[in-house]
């Protein structure tokens, strides 16, 4: 039988918290954040050097869009199974291995690139292998910060972890930017090997009597439905789920978008790809700090940002030629897409029971990361057929009438069951 969600509380509007890193007061949660800081800036390096290889071996936008769509298949296919996994098995020990596992897949992409036998097929298969690992890491992660710090301090510690995130996406593509034009690719893919170290002692030296567990579910038939209808039957949730559908589908395309813009635009490599990916980190770091002071999420608040995210890479698309204009916007449309992203997060992980989490972050990441093996070959094939420009254009357009679309199916709804129920147990 189906579990049916409390009825939800209305929820005040965000207010201002006194300190922007409040979490890392949290022994574990310090280590955690560290370790995420290095890997993060290891797995920047690759996605950026993976995106330059394909790039080199094939010459096709189209041909990364497949890599990017490869690694995340199993996610679109696999990724509630995915939860419910988390949702029964502890999280730490699923965090240590997953972790291993991705250490173990950079080696062998290290290797392959340094002794110049890879092939595009080789990049392929271990994209696709990548993603299997990521089913269960992504949730797993998700519902991991929970576990760091507790429902009170959730919110701003999403928005760190967010931070994390962006902080590498400013310095992993400058980084990977220099050590390709100065070694080459492969000493990028061995970077980030080395990166998956840091999260396992993080892993290894927290403790665990101070972790706030959840009461993990005993194997059962019907787990996955339950966690469906227990979505199905909470309107926030829902079309959440939707709007963060279209945006990882569409807006959040950026490898795709950004490699694009450099080489059918700018006319342009590798280290102009990198300065476009760290500038918008610049503006992504930007905004999950801002996310980080805000006590609770607002529902309004994820509508508002889904919409703006959409309107900035529709203006990307209509900009005029020039490099610096085109990232000032780039900043900006940063900041936002990641104050969606850290809204919706945590607005998802406080609308849920704790027995609940791993499943509906299961589904969260289903929809968040399983359309890009949709949208990346589609993007890609546009940018290709009608420029990069135009794929800028589709994109945030799509982004948009979304964002204003559900607003309207929500405010017809009564309020009661719009707003986020925001207490959970602990």
């Given at each position: ?8 509380e209305a929820?005040?509007?965000?207010k201002?918290r006194?300190?922007?890193f409040?979490?890392?007061r949290?022994?574990?949660y310090?280590?955690?954040?560290a ?5 993060n ?16 071996l094939?010459?096709?936008?189209f ?6 769509a ?7 296919v696999l ?5 419910v996994?988390?949702?029964?098995v502890r999280t730490r020990?699923?965090l240590a291995?997953t972790?291993?596992?991705?250490c173990v897949?950079a080696?062998v992409?290290?290797v392959?690139?340094l ?9 392929f298969v ?6 299997l690992?990521t ?5 797993a992660?998700q519902?991991f910060?929970?576990e760091l ?5 959730l919110?701003?510690a999403?928005a760190l972890?967010s ?6 996406r400013?310095i992993?593509?400058a980084?990977a ?9 492969g000493w990028a893919?061995?970077?980030?090997a080395v990166s ?9 030296l927290?403790r665990v009597?101070?972790l ?5 579910v005993a194997k ?5 439905r339950e966690?469906l209808h227990?979505v199905?039957?909470?309107p926030?949730l829902?079309?959440l789920m939707v709007l963060?559908?279209v945006?990882?589908?569409f ?8 490699a694009?813009y450099?080489?059918d ?8 790809l ?8 610049v503006g992504?770091l930007a905004?999950?700090?801002?996310a ?6 607002w ?8 919409a703006a ?5 529709m203006?990307?698309?209509?900009l ?13 449309t940063?900041v936002?897409?990641?104050v969606f ?7 998802t992980?406080l ?5 609940m ?9 289903l929809?968040?990361l ?5 949208g990346s070959p589609?993007i890609?094939w546009f ?13 945030g357009?799509?982004t948009l009438a979304a964002a ?16 986020p129920?925001v207490e959970v147990?602990?």
């Amino acid at each position: 039988m189906a579990a049916t969600p409390p009825a939800p509380e209305a929820a005040a509007a965000p207010k201002r918290r006194g300190s922007m890193f409040q979490s890392l007061r949290i022994r574990n949660y310090r280590f955690w954040f560290a370790g995420q800081v290095l890997s993060n800036i290891g797995s920047w390096m690759q996605r950026m050097a993976q995106d330059w290889l394909v790039l080199t071996l094939t010459g096709s936008t189209f041909a990364m869009g497949v890599t990017v769509a490869l690694q995340f298949i199993p996610m679109l296919v696999l990724g509630l199974w995915g939860g419910v996994i988390v949702d029964r098995v502890r999280t730490r020990r699923l965090l240590a291995g997953t972790q291993t596992a991705m250490c173990v897949l950079a080696v062998v992409l290290a290797v392959l690139t340094l002794t110049h036998v890879v092939q595009t097929w080789h990049v392929f298969v271990l994209a696709l292998l990548l993603g299997l690992v990521t089913v269960i890491d992504n949730p797993a992660q998700q519902t991991f910060v929970a576990e760091l710090v507790g429902k009170d301090d959730l919110p701003n510690a999403v928005a760190l972890n967010s931070s994390t995130s962006q902080a590498a996406r400013l310095i992993g593509p400058a980084v990977a930017g220099l050590v390709i034009h100065a070694v080459g690719t492969g000493w990028a893919f061995a970077a980030n090997a080395v990166s998956f170290l840091a999260v396992l002692a993080a892993l290894a030296l927290m403790r665990v009597g101070e972790l706030h567990e959840g009461r993990k579910v005993a194997k059962a038939k019907g787990q996955l439905r339950e966690g469906l209808h227990y979505v199905a039957a909470h309107p926030t949730l829902l079309w959440l789920m939707v709007l963060v559908g279209v945006g990882g589908t569409f807006a959040f395309n950026f490898p795709v978008l950004l490699a694009s813009y450099t080489t059918d635009v700018l006319h342009d490599g590798a280290n102009t790809l990198g300065l476009l990916n760290s500038m918008l980190g610049v503006g992504s770091l930007a905004g999950s700090l801002m996310a980080a002071r805000w006590a609770k999420p607002w529902m309004a608040l994820v509508l508002a940002s889904g919409a703006a995210f959409g309107l900035l890479e529709m203006i990307l698309g209509v900009l005029p030629v020039h490099l610096w204009l085109f990232i000032v916007v780039l900043i900006v449309t940063g900041v936002v897409a990641v104050v969606f992203n850290a809204v919706s997060n945590s607005t998802t992980q406080l609308s849920c029971e704790p027995e609940m989490r791993g499943r509906v972050m299961g589904l969260y990441m289903l929809v968040f990361l399983g359309g890009t093996p949709i949208g990346s070959p589609l993007i890609g094939w546009f940018a290709e057929a009608y420029g990069a420009k135009a794929a800028f254009l589709l994109c945030g357009g799509v982004t948009l009438a979304a964002a204003a679309s559900i607003t309207l199916v929500l405010s017809r709804i009564d309020r009661a069951s719009v707003e986020p129920r925001v207490e959970v147990p602990a």
